[in-house]
């Protein structure tokens, strides 16, 4: 498991959509929010992944992983919203053998990030629920409570 909370936190403001993403957030009614936002932010979670690991968002169409890295490798990218209703986020897994890895990005109310982690798909297998992860079982595998 690795840690990439800040790498990530540091690309987002370099993103083009971040500043409408910021935008929206600060217009949208709070019963809108959550779930809008959410569907957004996991848009900007595989654009942030993709920069970070030097690979492209494959959008839509792909099945079972959101980005793919040059040498073939196959990422899968769950995001979350934390919100005052949902305050121990989970993260579906997926089926594992349709990647090579798996990210979980959290971001606060704020946009910021509270945790993300970077784990290779047999690692997912072993930890958390059978299909899902929370935001506390994630902080806890990379050691921060």
Request: proline share 1%.
């Amino acid at each position: 498991m690795i840690d990439v909370t800040q790498e990530i936190d540091n690309i987002l403001p370099t993103l083009g959509d971040w500043p409408l993403v910021v935008d929206f957030s600060s217009r949208v009614s709070s019963a809108l929010r959550a779930d809008a936002l959410g569907v957004i932010l996991g848009n900007i979670a595989e654009q942030a992944v993709a920069v970070l690991l030097n690979g492209r968002v494959l959008g839509g169409n792909a099945k079972g992983h959101d980005v793919v890295l040059g040498d073939g490798t196959r990422i899968q990218v769950k995001s979350r919203l934390r919100t005052t209703y949902r305050g121990n986020s989970q993260f579906m897994k997926g089926e594992t053998s349709a990647y090579d890895h798996w990210v979980g990005i959290s971001f606060r109310e704020d946009l910021s990030v509270e945790v993300a982690v970077s784990m290779a798909s047999h690692d997912v297998a072993s930890h958390g629920s059978k299909s899902r992860f929370t935001e506390s079982q994630l902080k806890r595998l990379v050691g921060r409570n």
